[in-house]
């Protein structure tokens, strides 16, 4: 076989765009789903009974069903959902791009819920107990005591997982979405290029994520608070 | 929301006829648990000679292994099974004359049990590694100082409890696994959720299709999370929390 890779640089545009929507996709989902998360995190942790069950039932729902199957859910229930909010007389055109923004948000939030939950839940119940003696609230104890702290913990987890979700991303494929790996997809089908096309793609996605740990990984040991 | 509620489209038939669309979800179900049963051998046991060889005081090994590691965490699964199905025939000519001689759905198979049991070694092998890592200096010493060989200290006293130690992680893992199958869909397998979108596709009930897909994996979920939690009262290592 002879392999040809000016298949790739002809089309080096082409996949810049997708990967400006794979990078997209992956910083709002990561921001949406921390932001989501940590609400859900604290409804989870909360004492208020029906509060935390609701939370924990979406987050155990949303981590035992496949990624691939929550994308069709979503990309199937989207336009329904807007349809009856907005009355219109038939379902909106979404489009591939913008429904998975909305799908990876809202499956981010589980993985994120999780990751803060652990995070605050290591934070010494004393640290709470003083902050309410010293006269805050909730909302206070919360914003300023402990959340800052739990972040700051679960950084590098938080970081890592972003790292998974940027893997995540190209399930987008299956909707037709023209993220980085979909982009590759067509150009490689088109001019048959399969080969060249998905080992260039491995080798991208192989050295931004493999540098990018490297960095989590330093950044981890730099942070760490000495106990 | 105007839909037209379905819930008997599971005892349609089918439009190639003779079967009915429920039976479509369970011959998906069968590929789903079939990929995920033979991946998870070879992920098990690649991923403890991985996780086994990265604790050894041989540099090379150790360097093999975290290399593994690395590999296959490092590039998205989706386009891992791209290369095992698409890419890597086109490199070993008898595997490519084969694929295109045999039933698509073996070469499909093939490829999702390589791809997923290799991809899910490495991530095995990080929590063996870390098994091991996690026991005591004294367990290795006391095993080489009554005689053990090296080979025999990891046999016989090192896995064992190891292995016992991290069948939390182990449990996680097995689930992701058999919730990552659903990705070979992406080469053609007919796997549940290939089957659950195919109903939809031909009835136009998704919702249906889609619902019946997520409660099989609830209960595939929550069964392997019971069946792992058994495992783990009976084999708890005494002493440890979570032991007896």
Redesign the interface.
């Known amino acids: 076989?002879n392999l040809d890779f000016s298949v790739v640089t002809q089309s080096l545009p082409y996949l810049w765009k997708g990967m400006q929507y794979t990078l997209q996709l992956t910083v709002t989902a990561a921001l949406g789903g921390l932001f989501f998360g940590t609400l859900l995190a604290l409804a989870r942790l909360s004492p208020i009974k029906w509060l935390s069950n609701l939370a924990a039932a979406y987050v155990n729902?949303m981590r035992?069903?496949?990624?691939?199957?929550v994308i069709?859910?979503f990309f199937?229930l989207v336009p329904?959902?807007l349809?009856?909010v907005t009355g219109a007389e038939r379902p909106p055109q979404v489009g591939a791009e913008r429904t998975a923004l909305i799908t990876f948000i809202l499956f981010e939030a589980a993985y994120f819920c999780e990751i803060m939950r652990a995070g605050i839940q290591s934070i010494p119940k004393g640290q709470v107990n003083a902050a309410y003696a010293l006269g805050l609230n909730y909302r206070q104890t919360m914003m300023q005591i402990v959340l800052p702290q739990a972040f700051r913990n679960m950084l590098p987890v938080l970081l890592t997982q972003t790292i998974i979700l940027f893997?995540?991303t190209?399930?987008v494929?299956?909707i037709s979405a023209t993220d980085f790996?979909g982009a590759a997809?067509k150009v490689a089908q088109r001019d048959s290029r399969?080969?060249e096309m998905?080992?260039f793609?491995?080798l991208v996605?192989?050295l931004i994520?493999?540098s990018l740990?490297y960095l989590v990984k330093r950044l981890q040991r730099k942070i760490a608070i000495v106990r | 929301m105007n839909y037209n509620w379905n819930w008997g489209v599971f005892f349609q038939e089918t439009p190639e006829g003779g079967t009915q669309y429920w039976q479509l979800l369970w011959d998906g179900l069968l590929w789903t648990l079939g990929v995920s049963a033979v991946s998870w051998l070879i992920a098990m046991v690649l991923g403890a000679i991985i996780g086994t060889i990265r604790t050894t005081d041989h540099a090379w090994l150790v360097r093999l292994g975290n290399g593994w590691v690395e590999l296959f965490r490092n590039i998205p699964l989706l386009v891992q099974m791209f290369l095992w199905y698409f890419v890597v025939p086109e490199f070993i000519p008898p595997l490519k004359r084969w694929m295109i001689a045999t039933d698509p759905i073996y070469a499909q198979f093939l490829a999702a049990v390589l791809c997923l049991g290799l991809f899910t070694s490495a991530r095995i092998a990080e929590q063996v590694r870390a098994g091991i890592q996690s026991l005591p200096r004294g367990q290795r010493n006391a095993g080489l100082a009554i005689g053990l060989t090296q080979p025999q200290v990891y046999r016989y006293v090192l896995l064992p409890m190891a292995f016992r130690i991290i069948i939390p992680p182990l449990t996680s893992e097995t689930m992701n696994l058999i919730k990552n199958s659903s990705i070979a869909l992406t080469i053609g397998l007919a796997e549940l959720t290939f089957r659950s979108r195919e109903i939809g596709e031909y009835t136009f009930n998704f919702f249906e299709a889609f619902t019946a897909a997520t409660l099989i994996y609830v209960v595939i979920a929550m069964t392997a999370n019971r069946v792992m939690a058994f495992v783990e009262r009976r084999v708890g290592v005494p002493g440890y929390i979570g032991g007896r």
């Open positions: 076989m729902l035992s069903v496949p990624l691939v199957l069709f859910w199937f329904l959902i349809q009856s893997q995540d190209s399930l494929y299956v790996v997809a399969l080969v998905y080992l793609v491995a996605f192989f994520c493999w740990s």
